[in-house]
């Protein structure tokens, strides 16, 4: 049976936390096995790194909460209402912020590095994260069970102790370890006490923004134990969001004070008056602005999210801001480095043609059945009374051959080198889109650009032409995160983008907001009503994991516009919202009766 990501056979030989770091202690055992643990021919217990310092981490935790004495540095343990158990998980010089959706079995995790006020992601893997800070997050849900109540009680005893005796302790840890390890890796099998969890196999955990945090919306409503440094409790009141205006954006942070050429003015987007410019779009212009004079100007950027959160018309609105020319380069599984840096290809004869004739040379077919002698003439410059339409059509394939021939061979002698559109934006200093890149195969195409993306750097094209970096060159990375397709980006990539914003799902207001004006739409309480639909099925989806389709703003938007058109909202939801979200007739039923229908009532 496959292992879950937080018990991969990596994660069992990292070394285990003092004081059973003594190697006695390591490997498995045939003693210390919890009630979950039916295997009882074969079965073992093993001590787990990671489980073991989320262990230790909550013990130390409870019993400084219950004997009254100082937490700070010690994490915190709490809930946000009924819907999200909420911790911070404090080792070395960083804290890992956790949120946890019991309903959906997925986390949201930032993590914190001491001293800065942005979240870094938060990657399950070797040499990565080893998920402590997750299964401390799920301490209390593992304390529901009595066998875990019941062993841990003992363990926070014995550490309060001193751990007087060490091999009580060892198999007290081993059963606790066990216990969490069956109920996770079979939590069918365990019953209610199971705990189902959906951690994305490239282990890379939604990553729980600043942005989120300010906002308010994950803020723990009560702390268990420890106090929260980072999430606030009660500050679920959003703040106010300041409307950045189109006259005071567009064109408000040129880098330099450079004179475009007809052809680049024209390819600065023109935001539409719908748009609502972003924050993180503001702070992309302003650092790229800012740092233009530094060292190291700020030019790398990467959006992440769902589909239909408005990375790209967030990347034109970048362009519109820094008055540059956007261009953009669309990833594929089978993009190569070539697709990227450009490529030859055979040179056109300047004919426009794609036949061996002009168009005003073919021969008509009524003149050859009319007067074929005539025809045939005009093809071979000899007069004949005697020759037929089968004469004519000979000499017509004879030359249509001779043509193509030449043709041929003019082509095979001119190549000619074209550049991409994100070689061109290097060579000029434009904006230029990459998107999706994770849906590339080769995890070493991307490699191949550090390069450029390393500032005022160069690349050598396949012609042997260098070419350096514009300093006014800006890239911005969009992407989308565990959806199908999609794999990790490599390191060396991340560590080159100079600002990371993960683009949430725009609230139910906005949503209303941003339709209305991108489609004309005037029934604000009826495009509500859809909104909530729309709400509710995105969250139907990540409940019961239909992961093969997509709802959100585009869905949407499709839904009102066909609204407007059969004025039937239950008829178009069925071929837009209800269609998109899942290919499964299953699934899409479902749909339809637990989200559809709350709002909808079939009229045909």
Same mark, same amino acid.
């Given at each position: 049976?496959?292992?879950?990501?937080?018990?991969e056979?990596?994660s069992?030989?990292?070394?285990l936390p003092?004081?059973?770091d003594d190697?006695?202690?390591?490997?498995?055992?045939?003693?210390?096995r919890?009630?979950y643990?039916?295997?009882?021919?074969?079965?073992?217990a093993?001590l787990?790194?990671?489980?073991?310092?989320a262990?230790?981490?909550?013990?130390?935790?409870?019993?400084a909460s219950?004997?009254?004495?100082p937490t700070?540095?010690?994490?915190?343990?709490?809930?946000?209402?009924?819907?999200?158990?909420?911790?911070e998980?404090?080792?070395?010089?960083?804290t890992d912020?956790?949120?946890f959706?019991?309903?959906?079995?997925k986390?949201?995790?930032?993590?914190?590095?001491?001293g800065s006020?942005?979240?870094v992601p938060y990657?399950?893997?070797?040499?990565?994260?080893?998920?402590?800070?997750?299964?401390?997050?799920?301490?209390?849900?593992f304390?529901?069970?009595?066998?875990?109540h019941d062993?841990?009680a003992?363990?926070k005893e014995?550490?309060?102790?001193?751990?007087?005796?060490?091999?009580?302790?060892?198999?007290?840890?081993?059963?606790?370890?066990?216990?969490?390890?069956?109920?996770?890796?079979n939590?069918?099998?365990?019953g209610k006490?199971?705990?189902?969890?959906a951690?994305p196999?490239?282990g890379n955990?939604s990553?729980?923004s600043q942005?989120?945090?300010?906002n308010?919306?994950?803020?723990?409503t009560?702390?268990?134990?420890?106090?929260?440094s980072?999430l606030?409790i009660?500050?679920?009141?959003t703040?106010?969001?300041?409307?950045v205006s189109?006259?005071d954006?567009?064109?408000?942070?040129?880098?330099?004070q450079?004179i475009?050429?007809d052809r680049?003015?024209?390819?600065?987007?023109?935001?539409?008056?719908?748009?609502?410019i972003?924050?993180?779009v503001?702070?992309?212009?302003?650092h790229?602005?800012?740092?233009?004079?530094?060292q190291?100007?700020m030019r790398?950027?990467?959006f992440?999210?769902e589909?239909g959160?408005g990375?790209t018309?967030?990347?034109?609105?970048?362009?519109?801001?820094?008055?540059?020319?956007?261009?953009?380069?669309?990833?594929?599984?089978?993009?190569?480095i070539?697709?990227l840096?450009?490529?030859?290809?055979?040179?056109?004869d300047g004919?426009?043609?794609?036949?061996?004739?002009?168009?005003?040379?073919?021969?008509?077919?009524?003149?050859?059945?009319m007067?074929?002698p005539?025809v045939?003439?005009?093809l071979t410059g000899?007069?004949?009374?005697?020759?037929t339409e089968?004469?004519?059509?000979?000499?017509?394939v004879?030359a249509?051959v001779?043509?193509?021939?030449?043709?041929e061979? &003019?082509?095979?002698?001119?190549i000619r080198?074209v550049d991409?559109?994100?070689?061109?934006?290097?060579?000029?200093?434009?904006?230029c889109?990459?998107?999706?890149?994770?849906c590339i195969?080769n995890?070493?195409v991307?490699?191949?650009?550090?390069?450029?993306?390393d500032?005022c750097?160069?690349?050598?094209?396949?012609?042997?032409?260098?070419? &350096?970096?514009h300093p006014d060159?800006?890239?911005v990375?969009?992407?989308?995160?565990?959806y199908a397709?999609?794999?990790?980006m490599?390191?060396?990539?991340?560590?080159?983008?100079?600002?990371?914003y993960?683009?949430?799902a725009p609230?139910?207001a906005t949503?209303?907001?941003?339709?209305?004006?991108?489609?004309?739409f005037?029934?604000?309480q009826?495009?509500?009503k859809m909104?909530l639909?729309?709400r509710?099925?995105?969250?139907?989806c990540?409940e019961?994991?239909i992961?093969d389709?997509?709802c959100g703003?585009r869905e949407f938007?499709?839904w009102v516009?066909s609204?407007?058109?059969?004025?039937?909202?239950y008829?178009s939801?069925l071929?837009t919202?209800?269609s998109?979200?899942?290919a499964?007739p299953?699934?899409r039923s479902?749909?339809?009766?637990?989200?559809?229908?709350?709002?909808?009532?079939?009229?045909?």
């Amino acid at each position: 049976m496959a292992r879950s990501k937080l018990f991969e056979g990596w994660s069992f030989k990292l070394k285990l936390p003092a004081p059973f770091d003594d190697p006695q202690y390591a490997g498995q055992k045939n003693m210390g096995r919890s009630k979950y643990n039916t295997n009882t021919s074969v079965g073992t217990a093993t001590l787990h790194a990671p489980s073991l310092r989320a262990l230790l981490a909550f013990a130390k935790l409870v019993n400084a909460s219950e004997q009254g004495s100082p937490t700070d540095d010690l994490g915190a343990i709490g809930h946000q209402d009924a819907t999200y158990r909420i911790a911070e998980y404090v080792s070395a010089n960083k804290t890992d912020c956790v949120v946890f959706n019991p309903t959906t079995g997925k986390f949201i995790t930032g993590r914190f590095i001491k001293g800065s006020d942005n979240a870094v992601p938060y990657t399950m893997g070797a040499g990565n994260c080893s998920g402590s800070a997750l299964l401390f997050c799920l301490m209390p849900v593992f304390d529901e069970d009595s066998e875990f109540h019941d062993c841990m009680a003992d363990f926070k005893e014995a550490m309060a102790s001193g751990w007087p005796d060490m091999d009580a302790a060892f198999e007290t840890a081993l059963k606790l370890c066990d216990n969490m390890y069956r109920r996770i890796e079979n939590a069918k099998g365990a019953g209610k006490a199971g705990i189902k969890l959906a951690i994305p196999t490239t282990g890379n955990i939604s990553n729980l923004s600043q942005l989120a945090i300010n906002n308010g919306s994950y803020s723990p409503t009560g702390a268990v134990y420890g106090d929260f440094s980072i999430l606030k409790i009660g500050s679920r009141s959003t703040p106010v969001t300041k409307v950045v205006s189109h006259n005071d954006f567009v064109s408000q942070y040129q880098m330099t004070q450079r004179i475009l050429t007809d052809r680049e003015r024209a390819m600065v987007p023109k935001l539409p008056d719908w748009y609502i410019i972003p924050h993180e779009v503001v702070r992309v212009c302003e650092h790229a602005k800012l740092t233009t004079s530094s060292q190291q100007p700020m030019r790398n950027f990467l959006f992440r999210g769902e589909a239909g959160t408005g990375k790209t018309m967030g990347a034109q609105a970048i362009a519109a801001g820094l008055n540059l020319p956007y261009t953009l380069m669309t990833c594929s599984a089978n993009t190569e480095i070539s697709d990227l840096v450009g490529q030859f290809i055979p040179d056109a004869d300047g004919t426009g043609h794609d036949s061996c004739f002009g168009d005003d040379e073919l021969p008509k077919v009524s003149d050859i059945i009319m007067h074929p002698p005539s025809v045939y003439m005009a093809l071979t410059g000899v007069y004949d009374d005697d020759k037929t339409e089968d004469d004519v059509l000979e000499k017509l394939v004879e030359a249509a051959v001779a043509r193509l021939a030449v043709k041929e061979e &003019k082509q095979g002698q001119k190549i000619r080198y074209v550049d991409t559109p994100l070689i061109e934006a290097m060579r000029h200093g434009y904006v230029c889109e990459l998107q999706e890149p994770s849906c590339i195969a080769n995890p070493g195409v991307l490699v191949g650009l550090n390069s450029l993306l390393d500032s005022c750097q160069e690349i050598t094209l396949p012609t042997g032409e260098r070419v &350096k970096r514009h300093p006014d060159t800006v890239i911005v990375v969009t992407t989308n995160s565990d959806y199908a397709g999609c794999r990790d980006m490599n390191q060396s990539i991340i560590s080159r983008m100079d600002l990371i914003y993960d683009i949430a799902a725009p609230d139910l207001a906005t949503m209303v907001k941003r339709v209305m004006n991108v489609t004309g739409f005037t029934d604000e309480q009826e495009a509500t009503k859809m909104a909530l639909v729309v709400r509710d099925i995105a969250e139907r989806c990540r409940e019961t994991m239909i992961t093969d389709g997509s709802c959100g703003m585009r869905e949407f938007k499709s839904w009102v516009l066909s609204t407007m058109i059969t004025k039937d909202p239950y008829e178009s939801a069925l071929s837009t919202i209800i269609s998109s979200a899942s290919a499964d007739p299953d699934n899409r039923s479902d749909l339809v009766s637990t989200c559809l229908e709350k709002q909808y009532v079939r009229s045909f």
